[in-house]
């Protein structure tokens, strides 16, 4: 018997092969239903925080370009548009235009920042030790650092807010005189 054959099989077992089938399907399709959930609380939290779902979308689309190229020509199309329209002063086509230029090593310093604060993998795709490679790699630990350190007080000062509390010192003294003796008093 071939794969995907099944003619050669009795009717309860066409019966039992498909209940196989449908059972990976729905709990497939249950795996989706809860991503797709995640995503909505995700989204919901990202616009709580001022982020639109269609800035999330641009930005996961241009991350997972194959070629990183066609979200760079879809930008000059639209600023092309919205020369036309004069919603935006004309720049000939020049997306760099109004704004100083970046050079090579601050290209390479924001692609490595972005992988660490967006916890990718540690690997800059330069040769190993060059100067790139080691350019890249001290913008992603900054970028992971101040991720790292960063996100939690955010965090918590966004949940403050949404509850009108405030954040929790850091110290265990909420006055701040964990630094004084008792022995001044």
Same mark, same amino acid.
């Given at each position: 018997m071939?794969?995907g ?6 009717e ?5 092969l ?5 059972q990976k ?5 249950a795996k ?12 919901q ?9 269609s800035?999330?979308?641009?930005y996961l689309?241009?991350f ?5 190229q ?6 000059k ?6 020369a036309w329209?004069?919603l935006?002063p004309?720049?000939g086509?020049?997306l760099l235009?109004?704004?100083d ?13 972005h992988?660490?604060? #967006? *916890? ?6 330069? !040769?190993?030790?060059?100067a790139d %490679?080691?350019?890249w790699l001290? @913008?992603?630990d900054?970028?992971?650092?101040e991720?790292e350190t960063d996100?939690?007080d955010?965090?918590a000062?966004?949940?403050a807010?949404? #509850? *009108?509390?405030?954040?929790a010192?850091d110290s !265990?003294?909420?006055?701040?005189t %964990?630094d004084?003796s008792?022995e @001044?008093?």
């Open positions: 071939t794969a054959h099944n003619s050669e099989l009795n309860k077992d066409r019966q039992k498909f209940s196989y089938y449908h399907d729905r709990d497939i399709a989706i239903k809860a991503l797709g959930d995640e995503k909505k609380a995700n989204r939290n990202a616009k709580a925080s001022g982020f639109q779902a800035k999330l979308d641009h689309k241009s997972l370009a194959e070629d990183q066609k979200p760079v020509d879809k930008l199309s639209d600023r092309e548009n919205l329209l004069g935006i004309d720049t086509g020049d235009a109004q704004v230029r970046v050079d090579g090593d601050q290209l390479i310093q924001a692609k490595g920042y992988a660490g604060l #967006t *916890n990718l993998d540690r690997v800059s795709g330069y !040769d190993g030790g060059s %490679d080691k350019l001290e @913008a992603y900054a970028g992971k650092r991720y996100i939690p955010i965090l000062r966004i949940e807010a949404r #509850t *009108n509390e405030e954040p010192p !265990d003294d909420p006055f701040g %964990d004084q008792d @001044a008093a």
